[in-house]
């Protein structure tokens, strides 16, 4: 009587079928492990670029106050390019923004939107300072040899209507006024709409970041963390 013998083919078959269906079975868990990362990881990418867009955001502000103390509150920058230029110093020109600070990290073009001293504007912007800063509205920083600011002469209208105006900011639902050149400016400010993971100032939303000179005073550049936490300065 013969015994029955195991099948080489059946069994390598069998193995194989195994060997597929872990496999499988570790592409489905890699999967699931991505779609609960993937949430995260998006939102460290646009913290980055939120932080990126602040920082340059930042050196521009410094720049337009530079350019302003120059001509002696005379005269306000009319685009980007007029800070690239840089300023006269002697026979040669004096660099007031790096070229990458010209980009928007949030925007779509890359452009920045130019924020002329327009009180609706600017007072908003300016009433979201003065209650991040338990009511107070930081002063300009000083001018040239500690002289007072040529900022000033821009701000005192602003000033008036930070008491009488409203605190409307932009609605990103309504068209706004998108000018990335040839007007003078005080400020700029993101073309994006969307809701920020940072808060800056308070505020939340891309749109209603100013970058301005004005207003700040001295070291009071602010940026929160995230929204589910308290609103503290960057180191």
């Known amino acids: ?19 597929l269906v872990a496999v499988m079975a570790i592409m489905v868990l890699f999967a699931v492990a991505l779609l609960a990362v993937a949430p995260s990881v998006q939102i460290e990418v646009q913290r980055e ?25 005379t005269k306000l920058p009319e685009s980007i390019d007029d800070l690239l230029e840089g ?3 002697g026979t040669k020109k004096r660099m007031i923004l790096r070229p990458s600070a010209a980009t928007d990290p949030l925007s779509e073009d890359g452009k920045w939107r130019l924020i002329k001293a327009d009180p609706q504007i600017i007072s908003a912007f300016a009433k979201r300072v003065q209650a991040y800063n338990n009511g107070l ?17 821009y701000s005192i ?3 008036v209507n930070i008491n009488t105006g409203t ?33 800056y100032y308070g505020i939340e939303r891309h749109s209603n970041w100013i970058f301005t000179p004005m207003f700040r005073g001295t070291g009071t550049t602010v940026v929160g963390t995230t929204k589910r936490e308290t609103d503290r300065p960057v180191p």
């Open 87 to 89: 300023l006269p110093q």
């Open 167 to 199: 605190e409307d900011e932009i609605d990103p639902n309504e068209d706004f006024d998108v000018t990335t050149s040839n007007q003078p400016f005080i400020g700029v400010a993101s073309q994006s709409r969307g809701k920020s993971v940072l808060a």
């Open 49 to 73: 670029k939120e932080l990126e867009s602040i920082r340059r955001g930042e050196e521009i502000a410094e720049a337009i106050k530079l350019y302003i103390d120059h001509h002696r509150g």
């Open 157 to 159: 209208q602003l000033l």
């Open 137 to 153: 509205l930081p002063n300009n920083p000083r001018g040239p040899n500690n002289q007072p600011s040529y900022l000033d002469r």
């Open 1 to 19: 009587m013969k015994m029955a013998t195991a099948n080489p083919d059946h069994m390598r078959n069998g193995e194989s079928g195994m060997t």
